[in-house]
Nanobody
Framework: QVKLVESGGGLVQAGGSLRLTCTAS???????????MAWFRQAPGKEREFVAS????????LYSDSVKGRFTIFRTNTGKTVWLQMTSLQPEDTAVYYC???????????????WGQGTQVTVSS
């Protein structure tokens, strides 16, 4: 399997930027470049929602309408890392952000098989 650890969350004022990092480690027989990678987020009292995903070679990406144009997802398979660059942050972006790995390029949390522990992003107005 693949184990994921997020970092980079914190407190930022509206209009600011943050870069989240997800680092992966794989067991023998598992390969990071075989996984679709994604970011989800969950705010208190709300459902977990899709943010962005990236195909295993990095050439295709998908974004939710709420973040498109503001967030960018990147990956390096050599370094087994995926990033979420967030700009123009707004208070409604406040949530715990989770890195996820899966096998299907679909913005549905049920299709992902490995999850990080989450990192808190708080945006003040």
């Amino acid at each position: 399997q693949v184990k994921l650890v997020e970092s980079g969350g914190g407190l930022v004022q509206a209009g600011g930027s943050l870069r989240l990092t997800c680092t992966a480690s794989t067991d023998a027989g598992y390969y990071f470049d075989h996984y679709i990678m994604a970011w989800f987020r969950q705010a208190p009292g709300k459902e977990r929602e899709f943010v962005a995903s990236i195909q295993r070679t990095g050439v295709e990406t998908l974004y939710s309408d709420s973040v498109k144009g503001r967030f960018t997802i990147f990956r390096t398979n050599t370094g087994k890392t995926v990033w979420l660059q967030m700009t123009s942050l707004q208070p409604e972006d406040t949530a715990v952000y989770y890195c996820a790995a899966g096998h299907v390029f679909i913005p549905n949390s049920d299709s992902y098989v490995s999850w990080g522990q989450g990192t808190q992003v708080t945006v003040s107005s």
